[in-house]
């Protein structure tokens, strides 16, 4: 008999995360890989954020912290929410855990009951299904069509909803497509969302500052009617370039916040006192870096879509945000490989690019690049794809 509870016979290991070890271990074997499979900044944590983590520990914020988050970071999330999206939190609505990720568990953790519903648009971020999964929930995924930037309607969005239905989780813009929900579109899903009661919105806003061209970045929670239903979970791993300090947070209602609290309270307690010191400074010091850091993506955004749209069989969509792209490989897929797990794992094998299927994101005929990487790692990654491709017909 396995020694593994059923609960954890329901999920699997991230496959991004596998896809970033593989890439790992071709490189320490000697092999010339290019991984555009990592979802993080390649930019450095800013030098004053690293000098407000120096200081904490040389004063000796060493020690514990109230579990779901420092009285000074709290007061610096209630501001930016305040001076960003024109929301009003008390410090009471705030919860702070280690990364984004463990907000979204704690809040599915705390509220899902066996048999209940969470709604998910695919292509979706891999962890969302499998959290859902092990808090016993049925995650429903909806398949959104490349048509409308792989975004859910409100039709769609009518048509999945139940009595079961516990959450719908909305992330603008997305990993892994990049697409961003506009302020016209979020009101168009919040009027179907306003005459659904029981459904309580899961709004995941890591990418928020992450934005190209005339995009204007709105969030669910500023649709007054509900607001008292939703948890908008943000961080400062993605815009900061802090993946490595685990600081993530969330902001809604009481309960939802004071069961989170109590949860992490008997798993990880605080997250770590000096990264909490350095996301103090992350959200109140200067944000100039964001844009010049954003001009670069974007650059490599106009660099990569359009490479991409010139290799015959692949054709990629120019997206309104994050770092990723989601290009389209059906037209290469058939006998010689016949799923897009054919085609990264080739990919890899032959021409040392490493990128994640779009079946780990619950879209198959689909490969997500992370272009959060060298504009010289891109030139030479997209060569190889394209000679890769040129192969194959
Ligand atoms: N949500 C999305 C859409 C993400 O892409 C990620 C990270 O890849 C997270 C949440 C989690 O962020 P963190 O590293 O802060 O846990």
């Excluded at 769609?156 to 909305?170: A, C, D, F, G, P």
């Excluded at 993506?297 to 990629?316: A, Q």
């Excluded at 969509?317 to 990723?324: D, E, H, I, T």
């Excluded at 054919?342 to 689909?366: I, P, R």
């Amino acid at each position: 008999m396995s020694i593994v509870s059923n609960s954890l016979k329901r999920i699997k290991p991230s496959p991004t995360i596998a896809v970033s070890q593989k890439a790992r271990e071709l490189k320490a074997a000697g092999k010339d890989v290019i991984g555009l499979g990592a979802g993080e900044p390649d930019f450095d944590t800013p030098d004053n954020i690293k000098k407000a983590a120096i200081e904490a520990i040389n004063k000796g914020d060493t020690k514990y912290t109230a579990v779901d988050g420092t009285p000074a970071l709290k007061k610096a999330i209630v501001n930016k929410f305040k001076r960003e999206n024109n929301l009003d939190y008390s410090t009471e609505q705030i919860s702070v855990g280690t990364g984004g990720k463990q907000i979204i568990f704690n809040a599915i953790l705390a509220t899902v009951n066996p048999g209940d519903e969470v709604i998910i648009p695919a292509p979706y971020w891999v962890s969302y299904p499998d959290i859902v999964l092990l808090a016993g929930g049925k995650p429903k995924i909806v398949k959104c069509s490349e048509r409308n930037n792989f975004k859910i309607t409100p039709e769609e969005l009518k048509k999945s909803i139940t009595k079961k239905t516990k959450w719908i989780i909305i992330n603008s813009p997305s990993n892994p497509t990049g697409s961003g929900y506009n302020q016209k579109e979020l009101k168009a899903l919040g009027e179907v969302l306003k005459k659904n009661k029981n459904v309580f919105i899961l709004s995941d806003d890591i990418y928020e500052h992450i934005t190209y061209d005339d995009f204007e970045f709105f969030t669910i929670a500023q649709i007054k009617e509900l607001k008292d239903r939703t948890l908008t979970m943000n961080g400062v791993s993605k815009s900061y370039a802090m993946t490595g300090w685990r600081i993530g947070y969330g902001a809604g209602p009481k309960d939802i916040i004071k069961a989170m609290a109590k949860l992490q309270s008997q798993s990880t307690t605080n997250p770590s006192s000096i990264s909490q010191a350095a996301a103090v400074e992350a959200l109140n010091g200067t944000q100039d870096f964001i844009k010049t850091r954003v001009e670069s993506f974007k650059e490599r955004r106009d660099f990569v879509v359009t490479y991409l749209n010139s290799i015959k069989g692949l054709s990629c969509l120019k997206p309104n945000g994050a770092f990723y792209v989601f290009p389209n490989c059906k037209k290469l897929l058939g006998k010689k490989l016949k799923t897009d797990k054919d085609f990264v794992e080739k990919l890899l094998g032959e021409a040392l690019v490493a990128v994640v299927q779009g079946s780990a994101f619950g879209l198959d005929g689909y490969f997500r690049i992370s272009y959060a990487t060298s504009m010289d790692n891109l030139k030479t990654a997209l060569e190889r794809i394209k000679s890769f491709c040129e192969s194959l017909s």
